[in-house]
């Protein structure tokens, strides 16, 4: 019996977020078995790319979302329309804007599968009224990391900058990911200032670029560093395109970093991309003990100590103890391509409705 082909919608945005390079690898793995089709309004356009597609791909939150308001609910409406199938990825419940959530309900309720980043997602989905209107078709899939280790690397101004830092024995603190106020990136801020007044000369690297919004992220962001009195030791990348460049920062990280407001979740990418740099990533546990059961490379990463949990309300003191002993710690090593492969298979097994984790 032939496979199910794919029409997978994108955006067109040139930095792209986590969500999208879900979408874009999802589209690249499922192996000349789908294509990709950017949101712009295009019905005909739309049209003629369902011709040869079995179903149609949607995750989501979308880039851009108020520039895209009414286009995932077209696709999805013309989708059905032509008697598609209708695969909806769902990377967040809870910690969308109501306003994001309001714009997903049309849409929602015409898919015919739908697919959650993480166990805790599912349970809120599963808690809102939309859930009863909805498929019962429904479950959680391990979300791969959203960059692979690339087989050289390429030290730019700022990863220069850091090793002279490094040389000068200066403890850096990393993150990965984009800068929001539910990612709590500022607890990293914090956190360095602690080992600061503990003697340790610290500096911190955020590999990644603020999330425009109503939130004032960046002005708040800075001024938090000038009243910790550590703005000449903070560096922002922005936006790093290139996975060269990014894994040449990354190299001179002695511990990346992680304070989430919810915990450790599986849709948390980044902290696995982090964790193939070879250096140690603390971050505090998931509020669930098998929140992580589905995710086997979260799994052997924990195991084998590349990825360090703290209690899931640890203060700043208990991240400064921590990220000290990560950075004396031995990890033992993975085959990531093999396991990201693996992730990979779970995900389009999921998506051809076969074997996932249920909810």
């Known amino acids: 019996m032939p496979k199910r082909r794919y029409l997978a919608f994108v955006s067109d945005a040139a930095q792209t977020c986590g969500v999208e390079e879900f979408a874009r690898q999802a589209a690249l793995r499922l192996d000349g078995r789908a294509t990709r089709h950017v949101l712009d309004g295009d019905i005909g356009r739309l049209k003629s790319a369902l011709d040869h597609a079995d179903a149609a791909i949607l995750n989501f939150p979308v880039v851009a979302w108020k520039k895209k308001l009414a286009e995932p609910v077209v696709a999805a409406f013309v989708s059905r329309l032509q008697r598609k199938q209708l695969v909806v990825v ?50 959680v899939i391990p979300i791969p990391p959203n960059l692979a280790l690339p087989t050289t690397l390429h030290d730019g101004p700022i990863a220069r900058r850091l090793d002279a830092q490094r040389k000068a024995r200066r403890l850096i603190l990393g993150q990965f990911g984009s800068i929001y106020p539910k990612k709590q990136s500022t607890a990293v801020l914090e956190t360095a200032a602690r080992l600061l007044a503990l003697g340790h000369d610290v500096g911190v690297v955020f590999a990644g670029s603020f999330i425009r919004g109503t939130d004032n992220v960046e002005q708040e962001f800075y001024a938090l560093a000038d009243k910790l009195g550590i703005s000449n030791r903070v560096v922002v990348t922005g936006y790093v395109a290139d996975a060269e460049e990014l894994f040449g920062i990354f190299r001179h990280v002695d511990v990346f970093c992680y304070l989430f407001a919810e915990g450790l979740t599986a849709r948390r990418a980044s902290v696995l991309a982090a964790s193939f740099s070879g250096k140690p990533v603390v971050v505090n546990a998931p509020r669930q003990r098998d929140a992580l059961a589905h995710h086997g490379l979260f799994c052997k990463l924990i195991e084998g100590g590349a990825i360090r ?30 396991e990201v492969d693996a992730l990979w298979g779970a995900v389009i097994d999921a998506l051809d409705g076969g074997k996932a984790t249920h909810w």
């Not at 967040?92 to 929602?108: G, Q, S, T």
């Not at 166990?119 to 019962?136: G, R």
């Open 90 to 139: 769902l990377h967040e419940w809870h910690a969308l804007d109501w306003k994001r959530r309001l714009v997903l309900v049309p849409v929602v309720m015409l898919a015919t599968r739908i697919l959650f980043s993480a166990p805790e997602v599912a349970a809120e989905f599963a808690k809102s009224p939309l859930s009863a209107l909805s498929t019962s078709r429904r479950a």
């Open 309 to 338: 949990m703290v209690d899931t309300q640890a203060d700043v003191n208990t991240m400064a103890d921590a990220v000290l002993e990560a950075s004396q710690s031995h990890r033992a090593s993975i085959d990531a391509k093999a």
